[in-house]
């Protein structure tokens, strides 16, 4: 069963940073791309990052280039998300997303259950 | 970047109604569409990417159709547990949702 383990949220104040992670198991991680997609509280979707198999493809959304980084280590099996500059329009639940191949079809077939990020003094 | 718009925003139907979600995009988008549900305070759940592709363990009353900028996702025979929001998602570069449509019980 693919499961994927969203941590590191929080409450956070503004132009501070933190770090996202997301632990994944039921499938061969280093097989597929992953993303982070995010959702303010009551609105709808936005894709954030995306990060091919290798790390060799990785993109991100303009809102949040620059300030956010996203890596992968394939041994541990885990996806991360740098975020820093954090401003109040990032408060959002994050949600680790695995896409359907390694390489980026951006096509989300399995999601966390999110981790909730407020950015707020 | 290439927009998404959904119609309706809500809708109300009853169990056994025919539904069915429209996805327009502000460019040709060929057949990289998907549809998702999403239930309160739950991930999204893929149901039907590349347009009309039932995804794996996804009931076959789900269908979707379209190419090119008008795509549709149809639930046949709604049931108790279709009572959800839908989004659609383009799968160009960057990705992008149009704005839900959610469906409740009339």
């Known amino acids: 069963e693919v499961q994927l383990v969203e941590s590191g949220g929080g409450l956070v104040q503004p132009g501070r940073s933190l770090r996202l992670s997301c632990v994944a198991s039921?499938?061969?991680?280093?097989?597929?791309?992953m993303h982070w997609v995010r959702q303010a509280p009551g609105k709808g979707l936005e894709w954030v990052s995306g990060?091919?198999?290798?790390?060799?493809?990785?993109g991100y959304a303009d809102s949040v280039k620059g300030r956010f980084t996203i890596s992968r280590d394939n041994a541990k099996n885990s996806l991360f998300l740098q975020m820093s500059s954090l401003r109040p329009e990032d408060t959002a639940f994050y949600y680790c997303?695995?896409?359907?191949?390694?390489?980026?079809?951006?096509?989300?077939?399995?999601w966390g259950q999110g981790t909730l990020v407020t950015v707020s003094s | 970047d290439i927009q998404m718009t959904q119609s309706p925003s809500s809708l109300s139907a009853s169990v056994g109604d025919r539904v069915t979600i429209t996805c327009r995009a502000s460019?040709?988008?060929?057949?990289?569409l998907n549809w998702y549900q999403q239930k309160p305070e739950k991930a999204p759940k893929l149901l039907i990417y590349?347009?009309?592709t039932l995804q794996s363990g996804v009931p076959s009353r789900f269908s979707g159709s379209g190419s090119g900028t008008e795509f549709t996702l149809t639930i046949n025979s709604l049931q108790p547990d279709d009572f959800a929001t839908y989004y659609c998602?383009?799968?160009?570069?960057?990705?992008?949702f149009g704005g839900g449509t959610k469906v409740e019980i009339k």
């Open positions: 590349a347009a009309s």
């Open positions: 039921g499938f061969t991680f280093d097989d597929y791309a």
């Open positions: 460019q040709s988008i060929n057949i990289y």
């Open positions: 998602q383009h799968s160009y570069t960057p990705p992008g």
């Open positions: 997303a695995k896409d359907q191949q390694y390489s980026s079809t951006q096509n989300f077939d399995f």
């Open positions: 990060i091919s198999w290798n790390s060799g493809d990785i």
